[in-house]
């Protein structure tokens, strides 16, 4: 079993949806989680960053973590066709970060 | 505030040659990582630096990478011999300490053929 796992997609989408994107984890030490985006042939870049369980709110951007179900997902309300990127999960738990796979996602306008 | 730089953007090389990348942190940032990004894969870290130390090689392949970081600031991450299957994207990425956020450069995409 990965540490991390996340849906690949791709995810297509029209403009004003909603987007819900999750990944699940296995490593219990895991506190710190992270979800990136990467545009095409860009580095990633940290788009939200939340400690231990709860919801943590930016624009609009929800990321929420379930530390009991080792799951973390994250919401794109609104969307927009410049939020079309890779979103790429990572975690920690003071150790180098450990990413997921990254899912492709599309907004069509 | 600069960015994390790499050099060069694009590499296409033989199997069997060598390669070379280069990687300047943000000003500061204590804590430096080389990570391999493979074609539809998340990043897989490959080697970390705090200033000029190792902290953890334990993903680097040693028969065939080496990295190092000169004076705590600038990084090189050598490959060789290449192989076909070292295609990818290499990033670096910089933190101010080892609980901190990342901050990524746009990476270096090398071709194996």
């Known amino acids: 079993q990965k540490e991390v796992e996340q849906d690949p997609g791709p995810l297509s989408v029209p403009e004003g949806a909603i987007v819900s994107l999750n990944c699940t984890y296995s490593?219990?030490?895991?506190?710190?989680f992270m979800w990136y985006r990467q545009y095409s042939r860009k580095g990633p870049e940290l788009l939200m960053y939340?400690?231990?369980?709860g919801n943590k709110e930016d624009g609009r951007f929800t990321a929420q973590v379930d530390k009991s179900s080792k799951y973390i997902s994250l919401f794109i309300r609104d969307s927009q066709p410049s939020d079309s990127a890779t979103y790429l999960c990572?975690?920690?738990?003071?150790?180098?970060?450990?990413f997921g796979k990254g899912t492709r996602l599309s907004v069509i306008a | 505030e600069a960015g994390v730089a790499q050099s060069p953007r694009y590499k296409i090389i033989e199997k069997r040659q060598s390669v070379a990348f280069w990687c300047n942190p943000i000003?500061?940032?204590?804590?430096l990582y080389w990570y391999q990004q493979i074609l539809g894969q998340g990043p897989k870290l490959l080697i970390q630096?705090?200033?000029?130390?190792?902290?953890?090689d334990s993903q680097l392949p040693k028969d065939r990478f080496s990295a190092e970081r000169l004076k705590g600031v600038d990084s090189t991450l050598k490959i060789q011999p290449a192989k076909l299957e070292d295609s990818a994207v290499y990033l670096c990425?910089?933190?101010?300490?080892?609980?901190?956020?990342?901050?990524f450069g746009s990476g270096t995409r090398l071709t194996v053929v």
């Open positions: 990572a975690m920690t738990g003071n150790t180098p970060l450990v």
């Open positions: 990425a910089s933190s101010l300490d080892l609980a901190g956020g990342y901050t």
């Open positions: 000003s500061g940032h204590a804590t």
């Open positions: 939340t400690y231990s369980s």
């Open positions: 490593n219990s030490a895991f506190q710190y």
């Open positions: 630096f705090q200033n000029n130390g190792v902290v953890d």
